[in-house]
């Protein structure tokens, strides 16, 4: 046991393979772990380096182990796949990992705080309601046009739809479906106004966040974006330039070739894809605000894409510019005029 240098730690709720070498690469432990026996079990390991994809519970048990002295790394599930000989399970998951977080190449992913992990987690309640939003609106509109009653797209359409199941005298709806619409309608309105909770905490605590107050000055980033960006991008001095902070969210054109040959295709749409497309969103509402008329760069722009185009090419610039903010730890400032 006192011969092992690294392990690759394979995840799971309630069993966990470990794989452990020693500094020459031989293999010295084989073997399965509870959830109750995992700390005790690290606690008798000397100080070694335990890798670990970034997957569920990854950040929690990285925490948990540093605090009993080992260097622990998070890789992105991609990467460690490359390393899987043959016969993928718990074992040669392991192994793959733990030949992985050996290799000086390897891209990690930095492991979040308490705190982070909350920040990213509301994020992700959000998203869930949202998800729920759209599909109770879905359902409300097509069960009504199955009626011939056919509104508008958006809240309008929704505040239509409505505003005829609560009229008495409008019975284009039996009385069975309508009431059954009208719990929808409730339940449409109670997911608002839990977002406008979420949305308000987000805000309070972006307020004490020295990333979030710098971000949100720059076009295009409002609270969600940029509480976001601030709670995800945990370090963003991992990345040495601005164009590769961009190319890790997918938000890049795919590039394929052969014999000296490259092509550019669509963007990757890699990395994490709630931001990437908090960034279109936020690309989109600033294409169609006035600054876009004002701004040369998007003028041209305009004149020359389609506005999808346009907009996934602002979100790369924005993401440039959110990281340039993180990085110098300063608000935006606009760019002179040119004379």
């Given at each position: 046991?006192?011969?092992?240098?690294?392990?690759g730690?394979?995840?799971?709720?309630?069993?966990?393979?470990?794989?452990?070498?020693?500094a020459?690469?031989?293999?010295?432990?084989?073997?399965?772990?509870?959830?109750?026996?995992?700390?005790?079990?690290?606690?008798?390991?000397?100080?070694?380096?335990?890798?670990?994809?970034?997957?569920?519970?990854?950040?929690?048990?990285?925490?948990?182990?540093?605090?009993?002295?080992?260097?622990?790394?998070?890789?992105?599930?991609?990467?460690?796949?490359?390393?899987?000989?043959?016969?993928?399970?718990?074992?040669?998951?392991?192994?793959?990992?733990?030949?992985?977080?050996?290799?000086?190449?390897?891209?990690?992913?930095?492991?979040?705080?308490?705190?982070?992990?909350?920040?990213?987690?509301?994020?992700?309640?959000?998203?869930?309601?949202?998800?729920?939003?759209?599909?109770?609106?879905?359902?409300?509109?097509?069960?009504?046009?199955?009626?011939?009653?056919?509104?508008?797209?958006?809240?309008?359409?929704?505040?239509?739809?409505?505003?005829?199941?609560?009229?008495?005298?409008?019975?284009?709806?039996?009385?069975?479906?309508?009431?059954?619409?009208?719990?929808?309608?409730e339940?449409?309105?109670?997911?608002?106004?839990?977002?406008?909770?979420?949305?308000?905490?987000?805000?309070?605590?972006?307020?004490?966040?020295?990333?979030?107050?710098?971000?949100?000055?720059?076009?295009?980033?409002g609270?969600?974006?940029?509480?976001?960006m601030?709670?995800?991008?945990?370090?963003?001095?991992?990345?040495r330039?601005?164009?590769?902070?961009?190319?890790?969210?997918?938000?890049?054109?795919?590039?394929?070739?052969?014999?000296?040959?490259?092509?550019?295709?669509?963007?990757?749409?890699?990395?994490?894809?709630?931001?990437?497309?908090?960034?279109?969103?936020?690309?989109?509402?600033?294409?169609?605000?006035?600054?876009?008329?004002?701004?040369?760069?998007?003028?041209?722009?305009?004149?020359t894409?389609?506005?999808?185009?346009?907009?996934?090419?602002?979100a790369?610039?924005?993401?440039?510019?959110?990281?340039?903010?993180?990085?110098?730890?300063?608000?935006?400032?606009?760019?002179?005029?040119?004379?």
């Amino acid at each position: 046991m006192t011969e092992v240098s690294t392990v690759g730690l394979d995840l799971a709720k309630k069993v966990f393979q470990v794989h452990g070498i020693d500094a020459f690469g031989a293999v010295v432990v084989r073997r399965t772990l509870r959830r109750s026996q995992m700390l005790a079990w690290f606690a008798k390991l000397p100080r070694c380096l335990v890798g670990m994809e970034a997957c569920a519970t990854a950040h929690y048990w990285a925490r948990e182990l540093a605090k009993l002295g080992h260097e622990v790394r998070l890789i992105p599930p991609a990467y460690a796949k490359a390393y899987v000989r043959r016969n993928k399970n718990d074992p040669a998951d392991a192994e793959a990992i733990c030949e992985a977080v050996g290799r000086p190449s390897m891209r990690f992913v930095a492991v979040k705080t308490e705190q982070q992990q909350a920040a990213v987690g509301i994020h992700r309640v959000r998203e869930l309601l949202m998800k729920q939003h759209t599909m109770l609106r879905n359902q409300l509109r097509g069960l009504m046009a199955e009626f011939g009653v056919v509104a508008a797209k958006g809240r309008v359409g929704v505040g239509e739809l409505s505003a005829i199941l609560a009229d008495p005298e409008d019975r284009r709806i039996p009385s069975p479906l309508r009431d059954g619409l009208m719990m929808i309608v409730e339940t449409l309105r109670g997911i608002d106004r839990k977002l406008e909770v979420i949305e308000r905490q987000l805000a309070a605590a972006g307020r004490e966040d020295t990333r979030y107050r710098h971000l949100i000055t720059a076009p295009g980033y409002g609270v969600i974006l940029s509480s976001a960006m601030a709670a995800i991008v945990v370090n963003p001095a991992a990345f040495r330039r601005s164009s590769d902070f961009a190319a890790s969210l997918g938000i890049v054109p795919r590039q394929e070739g052969t014999g000296g040959k490259v092509w550019l295709g669509p963007i990757s749409k890699r990395g994490n894809g709630y931001l990437r497309r908090l960034l279109v969103n936020g690309a989109t509402s600033l294409l169609n605000s006035k600054r876009a008329k004002q701004d040369p760069w998007l003028v041209k722009l305009l004149a020359t894409k389609p506005r999808k185009v346009a907009a996934v090419a602002l979100a790369n610039k924005m993401a440039r510019i959110g990281w340039a903010l993180m990085m110098r730890q300063e608000d935006y400032r606009n760019m002179p005029a040119a004379a």
